[in-house]
């Protein structure tokens, strides 16, 4: 009871619903007790990039407006 207490829920991907069990009810496929994974770091990296990027230039953009004026 304490084991399955402390085990994590498990995902079956070919029912796209998440299971108490080992093995899905619905489709009988062994599950893995895993939770899905974590967004990877290089995804956040690539946000971080992306947003300095766009912010530098934005600040590119607006000394161009006053080099203008
Ligand atoms: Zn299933």
């Not at 108490?20 to 770091?41: N, R």
């Amino acid at each position: 009871m304490a084991d399955s207490a402390a085990r994590a829920q498990a995902w079956c991907e070919a029912c796209g619903a998440w299971r108490e069990e080992d093995e899905c009810p619905s489709c009988g496929q062994l599950l893995l007790d895993e939770e899905p994974p974590p967004i990877p770091w290089h995804f956040k990296f690539l946000v971080v990039a992306t947003v300095l990027y766009l912010g530098w230039r934005a600040v590119q953009g607006i000394l161009w407006l006053v080099g203008r004026l």
